[in-house]
T-cell receptor, first 117, second 113 residues
Framework: GAVVSQHPSWVICKSGTSVKIECRSL??????MFWYRQFPKQSLMLMAT?????????EQGVEKDKFLINHASLTLSTLTVTSAHPEDSSFYIC?????????????FGPGTRLTVL | AQSVTQLDSQVPVFEEAPVELRCNYS??????LFWYVQYPNQGLQLLLK??????LVKSINGFEAEFNKSQTSFHLRKPSVHISDTAEYFC???????????FGSGTKLNVKP
């Protein structure tokens, strides 16, 4: 089946620094990827939809200047948390759809745990 | 707007016992329904889904879920669980374009020997 990877799996950073998280589709090309965040004991919340070659679409309440998304190729989307603060500590998960496969299925990465000190 | 509620954050159960993980949703429009499973250190994997047709859907490893429109529920059941079923289970709904998925907070199933 389709595989999505994320790197790094966990990261610890100091407050005020920026952190980049990568999401890759390993065996398929994904024109659309999705970014979620999950707080402890809470739901995954969709943050934004990443479209290859165009601007990302952000959900209401998500700061686009803080969470920069770049989908530069058909297999890679990146999420950069800029000027991170402790409240940005969370579990970030990406997913992707395989346009050549089943369009009703999203394939999820294993997630990246971000801790901001 | 859609929302999904999983009331049970943790469900402990003994091996070979039956289990039901509850999921209720609210939506003003028709949605599609999903159950995903997450094993430790792995990504979410699709377990089963309801798109249309028969309201009872089944997975290859013995789980089943029934879409109940009147009760807006999509509970997940298995008549006899195994140790290997220990994982976190997420219920989700999506819009008709499969672009936006709304997830419940997850239920950790802990199967004990």
């Amino acid at each position: 089946g389709a595989v999505v990877s994320q790197h790094p799996s966990w990261v610890i950073c100091k407050s005020g620094t920026s952190v980049k998280i990568e999401c890759r589709s390993l065996d398929f090309q994904a024109t659309t990827m999705f970014w979620y965040r999950q707080f402890p004991k809470q739901s995954l919340m969709l943050m934004a939809t990443s479209n290859e070659g165009s601007k990302a679409t952000y959900e209401q309440g998500v700061e686009k200047d803080k969470f920069l998304i770049n989908h530069a190729s058909l297999t890679l989307s990146t999420l950069t948390v800029t000027s991170a603060h402790p409240e940005d500590s969370s579990f970030y998960i990406c997913s992707a759809r395989d346009p050549a496969g089943r369009t009703d299925t999203q394939y999820f990465g294993p997630g990246t745990r971000l801790t901001v000190l | 707007a859609q929302s999904v509620t999983q009331l049970d954050s943790q469900v402990p159960v003994f091996e070979e016992a039956p289990v039901e993980l509850r999921c209720n949703y609210s939506s003003s429009v028709s949605v599609y329904l999903f159950w995903y499973v997450q094993y430790p250190n792995q990504g979410l994997q699709l377990l089963l889904k309801y798109l249309s047709g028969s309201t009872l859907v089944k997975s290859i490893n013995g789980f089943e879920a029934e879409f109940n429109k009147s009760q807006t529920s999509f509970h997940l059941r298995k008549p006899s669980v195994h140790i290997s079923d220990t994982a976190e289970y997420f219920c989700a709904v999506s819009d008709r374009n499969f672009n936006k998925f709304y997830f419940g907070s997850g239920t950790k199933l802990n199967v004990k020997p």
